[in-house]
């Protein structure tokens, strides 16, 4: 049996950025939160109808340790009078050479769009794989863009993870 020490040096790299996600679940949990000391903790805004502005911040998706070191604005498609959708905006995780020992990892935040309806809308389904899955590409949703006509708002779905200190 071998073991591997995330702090030992064992003169050769061991440790997987998984291995690091994998020990900060175990402290901040499996899930996706706002680091409340960070930034402007993702505050959300509509630049308009069009582009939501997510300020900058940290977020904890599924142990891995996400920054957004300067305000990124994604694009929201257009409306339509008399129908509704909701779009979830999401860390996209992609694994380059997936399975491979030369894997390395991309994140991006992309618009998951759902489908417009009269009636009420339902969220787009997201793979149900998350950050802390092994799997080649997964989505961590971190809030929902209500598309009322033509008018968008903003629900953040992430809860704020408080501080160790406190």
Not at 43 to 71: D, Q
Not at 95 to 122: D, H, I, M, W
Request: aromatic residues 8%; hydrophobic residues 35%; proline residues 6%.
């Amino acid at each position: 049996m071998a073991l591997s020490v995330n702090e030992a040096s064992f003169g050769y790299n061991h440790v997987t950025s998984q291995d690091a996600a994998n020990a900060n679940i175990s402290i901040v949990g499996p899930d996706i939160y706002i680091d409340p000391l960070y930034g402007t903790k993702c505050f959300m805004s509509f630049a308009n109808a069009n582009s939501l502005v997510i300020g900058t911040g940290a977020i904890w998706a599924n142990g891995h340790y996400v920054t957004i070191k300067t305000p990124e604005t994604v694009s929201i498609a257009n409306g339509q009078s008399g129908y509704k959708r909701n779009d979830i905006v999401c860390i996209h995780c992609h694994v380059n050479n997936f399975g491979q020992e030369s894997a390395t990892e991309s994140y991006e935040l992309v618009v998951k769009q759902g489908t417009q309806t009269t009636g009420t809308p339902e969220d787009p389904v997201i793979t149900p794989d998350s950050i802390f899955s092994t799997v080649e590409d997964s989505y961590a949703p971190i809030a929902r863009v209500h598309v009322d006509g033509l008018t968008p708002t903003v629900e953040p779905l992430m809860s704020t993870l408080p501080a160790l200190m406190s």
